[in-house]
């Protein structure tokens, strides 16, 4: 498996506001993405964090809205920009690692509440 | 659009009781399938399933994959309270990883 930690754990934010999230990878992984689970819902792939490229966004989600870096193979961050109480969810970072058939990790979640 | 279905959404039963939770997709280029136990933020991952079956095991827990039939289960024999979480089930293409989840079975074991 991979050791994944993210930060914060949880956050409680104002409307309009940012919040940046950060995933941190106990060793170097070529595939890293991002995902939302919204209150009560299964989750939704938001972004695949390329290294030394743009992200690429899935359907629905914009790079103004969810910017994602990723400087280097171990480290990525996700930042929610313009807060509203529909961004309120959970935000898992996730890696891939295994040969052939690559199984995919995920971080301990960052809980993110909009009021 | 890739499609994963599970059921039933909800199940509850008494512990030492054997579940089978279902999953039934629909995805264009089938490479794998994948099995999580998401007890509080993040989904702990169990199984991935690429060939038809060849059920995997891990303790008490076994999956098995139907290409064919395009679904797989998940069996937990001789349930404890520990096994109360969500399950999800997740497929992924050839052409990529992005995962397509579905919408999770809420399992509660009753003491």
């Known amino acids: 498996s991979a050791v994944i930690s993210q930060k914060p754990s949880r956050d409680i934010c104002q409307r309009g506001t940012s919040l940046t999230i950060q995933c941190q990878v106990d060793?170097?992984?070529?595939?890293m993405f991002w995902y939302r689970q919204q209150p009560g819902q299964s989750l939704t792939l938001i972004a695949t964090a390329n290294q030394g490229s743009e992200a690429t966004y899935e359907s629905g989600f914009v790079i103004d809205k969810f910017p994602i870096s990723r400087p280097n193979l171990t480290f990525s961050t996700l930042t929610v920009s313009n807060l509203s109480p529909e961004d309120s969810s959970i935000y898992l970072c996730s890696v891939e690692r295994g040969v052939p058939y690559n199984e995919q990790f995920f971080g301990p979640g960052t809980r993110l509440t909009v009021l | 659009e890739d499609k994963v279905v599970q059921s039933p959404l909800s199940l509850v039963v008494h512990e030492g009781d054997t579940v089978t939770l279902n999953c039934s997709y629909e995805v264009t280029n089938f490479r794998s399938l994948l099995w999580y136990k998401q007890e509080k933020k993040a989904p702990t991952f169990l199984f991935m399933l690429?060939?038809?079956?060849i059920e995997k095991k891990s303790g008490r827990l076994s999956s098995i994959l139907d290409k064919k039939e395009l679904f797989s289960i998940l069996n937990i024999t001789a349930t404890q309270t520990g096994d109360s979480a969500i399950y999800l089930c997740a497929v992924q293409e050839t052409s990529g990883s992005r995962l397509t989840f579905g919408e999770g079975t809420q399992l509660t074991v009753n003491p």
């Open positions: 060793s170097q992984v070529t595939m």
């Open positions: 690429t060939s038809s079956g």
